[in-house]
């Protein structure tokens, strides 16, 4: 990589298109430290910015949270001795869980 023309950005040949993200913006930044014996060093950054999806963000968490905030009121309105209000509420804790689980461990 030659940045001594004036051209601060960098192509990505190999990169392979991503659903949730976007690049929008690379720069390299060439530095040269000297020190006092004369040694010289060469530092090269790369600085890649990336922008997010917004539907990846509805997907994982508007989607599931809309569906339990209309579900769970309806529990409400089911008579208190009927199977489907247990039924119901089993149901509608399990899809939460399952929806959270990839964010609760690293």
């Known amino acids: 990589m030659?940045?001594?023309?004036?051209?601060?950005?960098?192509?990505?040949?190999?990169?392979?298109?991503?659903?949730?993200w976007n690049i929008t913006k690379t720069t390299a930044r060439r530095d040269i430290y000297m020190y006092g014996n004369g040694e010289v060093y060469l530092e090269v950054t790369f600085t890649v910015e990336m922008k997010r999806k917004s539907s990846y963000f509805y997907r994982l968490f508007v989607a599931p949270a809309a569906?339990?905030?209309?579900?769970?009121?309806?529990?409400?309105?089911?008579?208190?001795?009927?199977?489907?209000?247990l039924t119901l509420g089993m149901l509608s804790q399990f899809t939460y869980s399952v929806s959270k689980a990839p964010f609760q461990y690293p």
């Open 2 to 20: 030659h940045l001594a023309n004036g051209n601060d950005s960098f192509m990505i040949g190999s990169y392979a298109s991503h659903n949730d």
């Open 67 to 85: 569906v339990c905030m209309f579900v769970i009121p309806v529990i409400h309105f089911l008579p208190p001795s009927s199977n489907e209000k």
